[in-house]
């Protein structure tokens, strides 16, 4: 326990006799008063020294912020476990005694503390801390609840601290505390660098455990201190207001010393201070909306589970932060963080709530979690927004009006059209300050995406999602914003961040003290809502951004961890056919259509898309969890669709298989059946039903070529292939076109040395395009498979990757297909290399075509300019095209994200081989598809669309029989439509849900037409399920279609109501 420090009685006798003898002589007057001729460096450095905690710590103000200070005498532990508060408490549970100085750990665990305290009687009325440092994250709990929470990060040298009281009562002297640790800072445990896999072995030390009686005074002068010196620091040398706060502080300190740190002195100290800060701004300074925030990696350099815990740290230090300065509020983003803190943490989230209500604790975003802005489909970014929308509606009675994406790797054109299709119109980011080239031109501004659509944009000038709240902040805040003119406002979003810790009582404190101080931006503690609503005031005058927001950085993220992306995209498809069946299900059967369970999928696929896990740039650990959930989803999934196409069966008995088309048109096409055979099939859009087998059109034929290979043939293209699996021709039937360029080789894998600058699972660099090793070592030539036959023609070759790796292919041409499929196969096992598949086409054009989210766009072929030249490795979905006049090639792919075209040549991106933060990212065995559409005409007419989603999308084939006519659902008129999704509705009873987006880039009227159904009503509908108000859709003279207007990439939603 705490106790007393007592003097010994030779001490006293010492001071006795000292009292006694010694006499105070008169000060007199002065001979000379010197006036130092004032030298930047020299008075700033003295400022420095006088605060730091390092140098002169013995004499400077930092080593009087406490009055006293006393160790702890009682600490008691248990450890490691994932015991609860409630568990650990328990009576008898048995508990050690812990020292000052001893260890525990390792890495990612989780421990107990026990403080017993006595606070002595002589520091009553004060403000007493616990200052504890066990170089980890903590949760204090008083009374049985969770109430502070602790980091290891500091600010000017000062931690954060536990405030036992404000003013010590007697009934305050006696309490204890427990303390829950996690065995991780809030940057992770990288061994050796942060963005390296972590010391799993490492241990923690507890190096600070004692209670202080605070200085207020010394407290205060201090941070007056802080703010004085960083802006003489900040400002030009040359700035009058720069010079007056050095002069200030010089003549603070000054003040001080010559009172030796009495209380007149601190006074005096004080009148210096309020003098400096109550000289106020001019009228129309630019202002700052200071917000507090929090951002937190749902995954990153630590696991999912460890971040339901830094969620709740952080935010419980925000609601203690809340009860304190009534001024203060904070913006969090999530709906997934929210859930998890509902779900662990029902104290922490009743307080947070109560603060929602106030309006001060603001949820933002209206997403699930803070996804990827480049990987995942259209219709997952819509979900991520229905679904977070969903829960802040439902717990809160709220709808986020902003989206909140600060730290994503760079945002999707189509962007705009679903956010306004989710109930929202401002966006917030800072990311693209990230750009390793060229600087984005705007802070505020409209950002206008491929349909037209737009969004208020604000990029906060401070470049940072994570400010501290000193005045270098708040000047660069103010000096970098690049509107100018056109806007006097900007956003200040400070606490510390990507761990969590957030905001502190030291940022609250600076800010509101430089509120309104001369020679700094006005500041103003704010909310989105608040500073959107300013910003549009001006709106008309801010320019327009079109297009994508492209990050020239962390582009290699296109590609990390290739079995996170193709699960994700095998996931996304899955779902999307479930709701599919059991749509039809419950509409022709009745069946209970299984709304829970989807919710739960969608919710673990839409984590599993968060920034920093989709991307691939997560620890290994976080990698593993991730699988873990995809194989849930896999599992769980494919359980549903075997059910539900039992139920059809049942009904219809058979001894046919049974073929699912989850696509809005017809299809005919290659299968394979369960038991191995081959059947050419025609399908109907949005079917189930029996296998319809075809005759076949012309055979594929294999011949061989003179010079070694062979050449594959179908009626529709011709494909030569040499030994090594190159493709050395490529024709279209009936023409002459040549598409692969005259002397080179497509289908070429090429190896790329992998070494970015610094963030190795995110960048490749553009001079990896330097480095290209073309693959040669050909150790199975190309030889013609042994199932091939009129249906499927195969051949098949391996190359060697280095010394540690090889590669199998097998390339295939279906009857009746004018995809060229290339089925791959990889033992991967290189360090920081680049693996991809060139083609170098005959054809010219200054822009290549990509898919994105619900659309396209045009990309250049040429490094014009700068920005040309940064799009070196760009992504796209499912496929990307080159094509002049009349001719062109798409590169399909059914996983792969990352492509590059310069010139003529289109590469693929395949695999990765980082070292961090996963170090085992990538090793093993892969196995992915890509094809090649040459086609005449455009792209949009000649069928690549519906190619790259059947590539995708395969048919579905069961063993259950069903005989009788196929049930079809809905029939789309126009190809250049693509009816996207087929679903229960959440929130309209008995309603169906059809989502559709115009693809080709153009206006066209659609008939959406239901098969043997009459229609009772259709209302359109945003993402979120809410009414489109002024739009009617009549239902034809039949009863069973509706006609719908698009525009060019336009997404459309529809609720459908049948009798």
């Known amino acids: 326990m705490a106790s007393k420090r007592h003097a010994t009685n030779a001490n006293e006798c010492t001071q006795e006799k000292l009292s006694k003898t010694s006499i105070r002589l008169e000060a007199g007057v002065e001979p000379f008063q010197h006036v130092t001729l004032k030298h930047r460096r020299t008075t700033l450095e003295r400022a420095e020294k006088f605060l730091s905690h390092i140098y002169f710590a013995d004499v400077n103000l930092y080593s009087r912020l406490y009055q006293d200070r006393v160790p702890l005498s009682s600490i008691h532990y248990f450890g490691p476990t994932k015991e609860t508060f409630s568990e650990i408490s328990e009576p008898n549970h048995s508990l050690r005694e812990f020292k000052v100085g001893e260890s525990f750990g390792p890495t990612f665990t989780r421990h107990w503390f026990k403080l017993e305290i006595e606070i002595p009687s002589e520091w009553l009325g004060g403000k007493v801390l616990l200052n504890w440092d066990a170089d980890c994250e903590g949760m204090i709990y008083k009374n049985g609840e969770p109430v502070f929470s602790l980091t290891a990060a500091d600010e000017f040298g000062i931690r954060k601290s536990f405030t036992i009281s404000e003013n010590l009562a007697s009934d305050e002297k006696k309490l204890i505390l427990w303390i829950s640790v996690s065995c991780n800072r809030l940057l992770g445990e990288g061994k050796q660098g ?17 209670i202080a009686l605070v200085d207020r005074n010394a407290f205060r002068t201090f941070g007056d201190l802080c703010i004085l010196y960083d802006m003489a ?25 010559k009172g030796n740190y009495s209380g007149e002195s601190y006074d005096a100290a004080q009148i210096l201070s309020d003098k400096f800060f109550k000289t106020k701004n001019r009228e129309g300074q630019h ?42 509020k904070f913006v969090c983003s999530q709906a997934q963080q929210f859930q998890w803190v509902k779900d662990n943490y029902p104290s922490i989230y009743k307080k947070l709530k109560h603060y929602v209500k106030k309006g001060r604790f603001i949820p933002v975003g209206g997403t699930w979690v803070e996804m990827d802005g480049n990987l995942p489909s259209g219709e997952s970014m819509i979900r991520q927004f229905l679904y977070g929308q969903k829960f802040f509606r439902e717990e809160f009675g709220l709808t986020c009006g902003e989206f909140w994406l600060p730290d994503t790797f760079g945002y999707s054109a189509n962007l ?55 005045p270098e902040e708040l000047l660069k805040t103010m000096n970098n914003h690049k509107d100018k003119g056109r806007s006097d406002s900007s956003v200040f979003l400070y606490g510390f961040g990507d761990g969590g810790g957030g905001p502190t009582e030291g940022m609250v404190d600076r800010l509101s003290r430089m509120s309104d101080c001369a020679g700094l931006p006005k500041v103003k503690m704010s909310t989105p809502d608040e500073f959107f609503k300013q910003a549009r005031k001006d709106e008309s005058k801010l320019c327009t951004w079109v297009g994508e927001l492209f990050l020239e950085l962390h582009n290699g993220t296109y590609t990390t961890i290739a079995n996170i992306k193709k699960f994700n995209r095998q996931c996304e498809v899955l779902l999307h056919d479930l709701e599919l069946l059991y749509t039809i299900l419950n509409i022709d059967h009745n069946t209970q259509y299984p709304s829970n369970e989807l919710e739960r999928l969608w919710k673990l696929l839409l984590l599993n898309q968060f920034h920093d896990v989709l991307p691939g740039s997560s620890i290994e650990l976080a990698n593993d969890d991730a699988v873990v959930y995809y194989k849930d989803i896999v599992k769980t999934g494919n359980e549903l669709l075997k059910s539900g196409i039992a139920k059809c069966s049942e009904l219809r008995k058979g001894d046919n298989f049974t073929v699912m088309n989850g696509l809005s048109w017809e299809r005919e096409e290659v299968v394979e059946l369960p038991d191995k055979t081959l059947k050419y099939v025609c399908c109907p859009a949005l079917s189930i039903g029996p296998i319809n087998a075809q005759s076949h059109p012309k055979a594929v034929e294999i011949q061989n070529r003179e010079e070694g290979g062979f050449v594959l043939s179908n009626g529709i293209v011709q494909c030569g292939l040499d030994k090594g699996g190159r493709i050395v021709s490529l024709k279209l039937a009936n023409s002459s076109k040549e598409f692969i360029k005259e002397k080179c080789h497509a289908n070429q894998f090429v190896l790329f040395d992998d070494v970015p600058l610094y963030w190795d699972a995110w960048d490749v660099m553009d001079y990896h395009l330097e480095t290209r090793s073309p693959l040669l070592d050909v150790f199975d030539p190309l030889h013609v498979c042994t199932d091939s036959n009129a249906l499927r023609g195969g051949v098949e070759f391996s190359v060697r990757i280095g010394a540690n790796s090889k590669l199998r292919q097998v390339i295939e041409l279906d009857a009746g297909s004018a995809s060229i499929k290339f089925r791959t196969f990889v033992d991967w096992h290189e360090n920081r290399k680049f693996l991809k598949v060139e083609f170098p086409f005959n054809i010219h054009s200054p822009k290549a075509t990509y898919e994105i989210q619900f659309g396209h766009l045009e990309r250049p072929t040429h490094q014009n300019t700068s920005w040309d030249s940064a799009r070196y490795e760009v992504w796209a979905h499912k496929w990307a095209d080159l094509s002049e006049f009349n001719y062109g090639v798409a590169l399909l792919n059914d996983s792969k994200y990352g492509y590059s075209t310069f010139g003529d040549t289109m590469r693929l991106s395949l695999l990765r081989s980082t070292k961090a933060p996963d170090g085992n990212a990538d090793m093993g065995e892969h196995q992915f598809t890509y094809a090649l559409f040459p086609h005449r005409g455009s ?13 995708n999308n395969p048919l579905r084939i069961f063993e259950s029989g069903f005989v009788g006519d196929a049930i079809c659902f809905v029939y789309v008129s126009e190809k250049s439509v693509v009816l996207e999704t087929l679903k229960k509705a959440e ?4 309603a169906l849900l059809l989502r559709s987006y115009e693809a080709f880039g153009g206006s066209v009227a659609v008939e959406f037409t239901f098969n043997n159904r009459s229609i009772s009503k259709v209302i359109r509908c945003n993402a979120l399920e809410d009414f489109v108000e002024n739009e009617v ?27």
């Open 987 to 990: 929130f309209h009873r008995d």
């Open 233 to 257: 620091k900040s400002l030009p040398d040359t700035s009058q207001r720069g010079l007056e706060s050095l002069y200030a502080a010089n003549e603070i300190i000054n003040v001080l010393v």
């Open 287 to 328: 202002t700052v909306y200071a917000m507090g925030h929090c951002h937190i990696d749902s995954a990153w350099l630590w696991r999912y589970d460890e971040t339901i815990h830094k969620c709740a740290r952080s935010w419980i230090s925000t609601v203690s932060l809340m009860d304190k300065y009534p001024d203060f």
């Open 1033 to 1059: 859709t009549d239902v034809g003279k039949c009863g069973k279609s509706f006609v719908v207007d698009f525009s060019p990439f336009q997404i459309k939603s529809f609720l459908v109501w049948l009798q």
């Open 194 to 210: 942060m963005i390296n896999p972590p010391d799993m072995e490492k241990m923690f030390s507890l190096s600070k455990a004692e």
């Open 416 to 470: 705009p059209q679903i956010m306004n299709e989710s109930g929202i119109s401002n966006f917030l980011t800072q990311k693209l300050s990230w750009s390793l080239i060229n600087a984005f031109p705007h802070n505020t501004f409209h950002w206008q995406g491929i349909d037209g659509s737009k969004v208020l944009c604000h990029f906060p000038p401070g470049d940072s999602y994570g400010m501290m709240g000193t």
């Open 939 to 951: 792209f949009q007419n000649s069928g690549v669309i519906r190619a790259s989603y059947q590539l």
